[in-house]
C-alpha cells in the first residue's frame, strides 16, 4: 500500500489554527466523500452504462498512506465529516484497517459509509469496530426479480441478510437509500418504507441525475421529489405530513430534506427525499468529492476537477492545502442538471464517488 511521499513539510505547522475551506458563496465546506475504488460488484443501470466504463489502473488507486494523508490536509482546513464511498467501497481490501487509520486523523467527528450491502454480513461488525459511525445502504426494490433487474444481477435477499447483520453491530444511524424511477420502482416506495420503519430505520429517494452526459436518463421515468412525498403520504390513512427540521434528528451533513408521517396511532414515521432537480440545493452545499485516483470534484455536476495526488507527491501535504484552497475559491454556484436528462457530466457516478 505504500508510495513514496514528498517531504516538504506543510505549512504553516502542524497544529497551527488554519482559516476554515469557505467558497464565494459563503458556503462552507466540512465534509468530504472519499472513494476508495471505482469498482463494483453490480452494474446498476442508472450509475454504470450498459457498456461499462473505463476503470483505474491498480497503480492509480490512491494508498492508504496517501488517503489518510490528504484526508489529514482536509481535516486542518476544517472538514469535520467525512463518508467512505465508491464504486462499492467494501471491495477495497483491508477497509476496516483504512477506517482505524482515519478515526484516528485529529479533526474528523463523523465517519460514514455508503454501501450496496453486499458484504455487510461479513463485514459489518468489522466496520462498526474499526470505527464507522453510520450507514446508507442502496435498495433499490425489495423484489428480488427487480433488484436484479434494476442492478444486473444483484441479490436483495443477500443484502437484506447485510441489513440485519448492520443493525445486530449497532450503527449510530442506517439509512436506506433507493433512487426513485417511475414505471420501475415508484409502486414500492410505501414498502420501501414500511420495511425501514419496522427496523427502526430511515427510507430516503433519490431523484435520478443525468450522469454519464444523460445516457443512462430514460425518458418518461423521472419521479420528482413532489411526486414522491405525495405517494409515501397516500400510503398511510389519516397521516399528516411535515417537514422536518434542518437540525431534525434524521439530519446528517447531506443534501437530503427530511419529512415525517404522523398519525394519531403512530409515532412519527421519517423520510428523506435528495432532490437535485427539482428542488436544488445548491445554495447549501457543504461537501466535495474526491475520486479513488485522487482528483477532487467540488461539484458533482460537472467534470473539472484538480488532481490532488500529483500535489501531495509533488510538494506535500503543504500544496495538497494550497490546492484545496484554489479547488474551494473556483466552486461553482451550482449544477446545469436538466429535467429532460441534460447538464450532467461526462463521468459515470461510479468514477467519481456515490
Not at 228 to 236: C, F, G, L, N, Q
Amino acid at each position: 500500500m505504500s508510495t513514496a511521499l514528498a517531504e516538504r513539510p506543510a505549512a504553516p505547522a502542524p497544529g497551527e489554527a488554519m482559516p476554515p475551506l469557505v467558497d464565494r458563496q459563503l458556503r462552507q465546506v466540512e465534509y468530504l466523500r472519499l472513494s476508495v475504488t471505482d469498482r463494483c460488484n453490480l452494474r446498476c443501470t442508472y450509475c454504470i452504462p450498459e457498456a461499462g466504463v473505463e476503470h483505474l489502473e491498480r497503480s492509480d488507486v490512491l494508498s492508504f498512506e496517501e488517503i489518510v494523508a490528504l484526508v489529514r490536509s482536509f481535516a486542518r482546513l476544517g472538514v469535520r465529516r467525512l463518508r467512505l464511498t465508491g464504486g462499492e467501497p467494501t471491495l477495497r481490501r483491508e477497509l476496516p484497517q483504512l477506517v482505524t487509520m482515519l478515526r484516528a486523523i485529529p479533526g474528523i467527528e463523523d465517519l460514514a459509509l455508503s454501501t450496496n450491502g453486499l458484504r455487510l454480513v461479513e463485514l459489518a461488525a468489522p466496520l462498526r469496530a474499526a470505527g464507522v459511525d453510520r450507514l446508507n445502504v442502496s435498495v433499490d426494490s425489495l423484489q428480488p426479480a427487480r433488484f436484479a433487474r434494476i442492478t444486473r444481477g444483484g441479490d436483495v435477499l443477500r443484502v437484506r441478510a447485510g441489513i440485519e447483520a448492520a443493525r445486530a453491530a449497532g450503527f449510530r444511524s442506517i439509512k436506506l437509500n433507493a433512487v426513485a424511477v417511475r414505471g420501475f420502482n415508484d409502486d414500492e416506495l410505501p414498502a420501501i418504507c414500511a420495511y425501514a420503519w419496522e427496523r427502526g430505520l430511515i427510507p430516503r429517494f433519490i431523484e435520478q441525475m443525468p450522469m454519464a452526459d444523460g445516457a443512462l436518463f430514460v425518458p418518461g421515468t423521472f419521479l420528482g421529489a413532489a411526486e414522491i412525498r405525495a405517494t409515501i403520504a397516500a400510503s398511510v390513512p389519516g397521516g399528516r405530513l411535515v417537514a422536518e427540521p434542518a437540525d431534525g434528528p434524521a439530519s446528517g451533513a447531506g443534501p437530503a430534506r427530511y419529512w415525517r408521517l404522523e398519525t394519531d396511532d403512530a409515532g412519527p414515521q421519517r423520510f428523506g427525499v435528495i432532490s437535485p432537480l427539482t428542488e436544488h440545493f445548491c445554495d447549501t452545499c457543504n461537501r466535495v468529492r474526491l475520486s479513488a485516483s485522487g482528483d477532487l470534484h467540488t461539484c458533482l455536476g460537472h467534470d473539472d476537477a484538480t488532481d490532488l495526488r500529483a500535489a501531495l507527491r509533488a510538494g506535500g501535504e503543504g500544496a495538497v492545502v494550497e490546492a484545496i484552497r484554489a479547488a474551494i475559491g473556483a466552486k461553482r454556484d451550482g449544477h446545469q442538471f436538466g429535467l429532460l436528462g441534460i447538464g450532467g457530466p461526462r463521468k459515470a457516478m461510479v468514477q467519481i464517488g456515490g
